[in-house]
């Protein structure tokens, strides 16, 4: 065991030696450390990446903010160390530590992973092994921590199943004072770690993976889960917040650079757009705003309290965040004083877009960005992201003419039922773009595409469609890069290796466990990151368990296949899922979901919520719904006072 | 008004570097409300100039910046406002206003002053110091080019052991445009691995201030 004294004591010798040593050292402005002893609960709150990545995530510097305000809980941070900090603490024999204290993450109550995205995965296997905590839930017994995830990629936790005693599905903000809660109470009653994790799987929005047991088809497709435990849930319904909290305005501000070095104020919870490949877009419903008063006090006390110069009013989709004008009129007049830079991601193709960032006057040093997502409208009407090219080309021409010199377009490539017809009109597009700004500013215009490949998610109306094969990737970006040449033309795209993990772990069953835990075994890990991923031991992680990856990635799924994460309600329903499938094969388009709903099944099954919260708290049109017959299942547990609002539709 | 502000950078910011500094001051000024300066132009920038970068994992307690405020302000407001407003590892020590016109401070550095603290013992670092302040040239190779240590240690002395008993020594070393004597290269000269020596800066030395 390392005492907090020790590991300090180790890391005056080692930090010198180390690149970027302030990862390492923690201490900054804002950090909260309380007094160990003082509190029941200790949580270490881990993004299984570099520190320069982990602080830039809003989800736990929210989740930090909320358990610090409890005067009898904890939490602390921890990121994965750079390979030469964690050669540094495996020579030593440093366990991972959390940045405040100095404790080794063994020591705490509660380890909890953000878990955003699947290149993580064995990551947050290095992060456990570092710390000495067993890495299967069946081998830590009532002297470990407990270990838990949440995070956009936990939608579908199967992967991750063997790793994570209790995974968060949606979103945390009430979910995680709960799960202390619980985590308390069983800590009086001196029961055994699986009358725990039995408790804990009452909690809405908490899957507890080992009260389940996975069955399996002959041909290895799934056939269905099994509960193991009568009161595990089933379905285990994501959790949401009726309306959003005010926003978190404390922020530790890192002594040296990291990817967002900047104040993140979310506007906006959720997306009305349908675009059918967006993950985010069908698991966040449904959308709720914050006021502009929110927002402005908001960046208001948090310039107090970090004297940050950037903000990043965040949304899946700006221009559809109702006032926005009047929060960029507002934000602008309030702060122009300041030197604040503003940035506002993710806005609509249209000229109105334009006019928002020339509202900001925000410095045009980072170009403009746009993403049609495809080339074709008939491929935008397969994506329901149905912008025409007339009007992409006029908002690029309003970019030019307002001073921008740069302008960004995201595209992706292995949309379903793309040709290499549609791939050739994006590289036309961007030489049309391109053209445009030249007749406005000449040979200063620029234009970068972004071309990634597209990976089917579950959850999703895309999750029945294969993921191109290695060799269309091949084919489809030597086009690319053939005709994307020249002054004024940048092109970046993605590894084909890279979309294959993704795209493997995206739609991924128990069994692969097996393979995440092959591949860390053999030496994967900072998968994100092009110097430190293997293809190469995944492939052989495969082998050695026998399991084919194309099965995973290259297979069209029948419309009546039974997935593993189904067992996962996201509530937006599989028939809804199915028809916008059907839908797409069509060139069927829906329209924004505000204006007309389409019953994705968000308001039938959060009724309640919703009569609790009328008017336009959720961006949902009103709809007249029959009464359904809900169960309010009110768990008698083992400590008998815990009481979540679990809704299961009958 | 120009001020000129003398700071500590303590034991939790020593591993952060100079451009990182420069923005850690650009946020203590925002938090302290106070109306600093921006150049003109299409990228406006802070006016902070900072004297002299300090290398990576040393402390210091006088380091010096210049800051540039659009507005006149009191100067015990300004220390009270950045005294409340300091992240950890920055201390204030000294806030006075300077003529406009004054020189850059960079351009007016002479020297730095360095204490070395040897966390192993060193057995011969008596003869290693007189080794090297007899030595004519002292060639060392920095980021790949070659330069004489010699040149740039302008003095360099033994100092009592710490209240740990650790060895320590004082150096003064050049600290003029393109002649900046690096401390750890002393350290290493000494016998002292970078991993074993804790490096403070005592004092900036310029030509003249005012």
Known sequence: MHTPQQIQSQLEAILPNVQKPGRYTGGELNQVLKEWDSVQTRLALVFPDIY??????????????????????????????????????RHAAIPLYSLESK???????????????????????????????????????????????????????????????????????????????VHQRWRQSRRGRNKLLKSLATIWGVYVPSLYQAEYNPDGTFSHIEKLDEEAPLPVTKRIVAKLPPPTTNFIVPYIDTIHNRIPVEIMRGCTRGCRFCHAGMITRPVRERTVDEVVNAIEQAIQKTGYEEVGLLSLSSSDYTHVLELVNAVS????????????????????????????????????????????????????????TEQLLETARAIYSRGWSTIKLYFMIGHPSETIEDVQAIADLCKAVLAEGRKIIGRRAQVNAGVSTFVPKPHTPFQWVPCDSFEQILAKQALLKRSLRGPGLKLTWNNPEDTMLEAWLSRGDRRMANVIYQAWKRGAKFDAWKEHFRYDLWLEAFESVGLDPTFYTHRERPIDEIFPWEHINTTVRKKFLTEDYLWSLRGKTRIDCREHCFACGILPTFADLRRANPGDVWQCPEVKSKRIPVKVIQESNVEGSVKPDLITIQ | MRLRITFAKTEAMRYTGHLDLHRTWERTLRRARLPLAYSQGFKPHPRIVLASALPL??????????????KQESLSEIATRLNQAAPPGLGIIEVNEVAPNLPSLPSQLEASVYLITFLDPIPDLDSRLYQTNQAPEIPRVWRKKPYDLRALILDLQRLPDDENGCQQILVKLAAREGAT??????????????????????ELIFLELD
């Open chain 1, 333 to 388: 007049q309030r702060f122009s004083e300041q030197h604040l830079s503003i940035s506002l991601p993710s806005l609509r193709i249209e000229s109105f877009s334009v006019e928002l960032m020339d509202a900001l006057k925000d410095a045009r040093r980072g170009g403009f960005t746009l993403a049609p997502e495809a080339a074709t409208e008939r491929m935008r009407e397969i994506i329901n992201k149905p912008v025409s």
């Open chain 2, 57 to 70: 994992g040393c402390t210091s307690q006088q380091e010096v910046v210049d800051i540039w405020l659009e």
């Open chain 1, 52 to 89: 320069d990545i982990g602080m830039s995530n809003l989800g736990l510097a929210i989740l930090y903010d909320l358990i610090n305000q409890r005067s009898d809980a904890l939490a602390e941070r921890a990121y994965n160390p750079w390979s030469d900090m964690e050669s540094a603490l």
């Open chain 1, 103 to 181: 404790h080794s993450l063994a020591d705490f109550d509660i380890v909890a992973f953000s878990l955003p995205y699947e290149t993580l995965y064995t990551n947050a296997l290095n992060a456990l092994d570092l710390a000495g905590i067993p890495l299967f839930s069946t081998e830590r017994d009532d002297t470990h921590p407990l270990v838990i995830a949440g995070g956009h990629a936990c939608y579908n936790p199967e992967p991750m199943h063997a790793f994570i005693d209790a995974f968060v599905v949606g979103e945390g903000e009430d979910v995680i004072q709960e799960i202390i809660d």
């Open chain 2, 181 to 202: 004597g690096r401390p750890e290269e002393v350290a290493s000269v000494l016998g002292g691995e970078s991993s074993k020596v804790r490096i403070h800066r005592t």
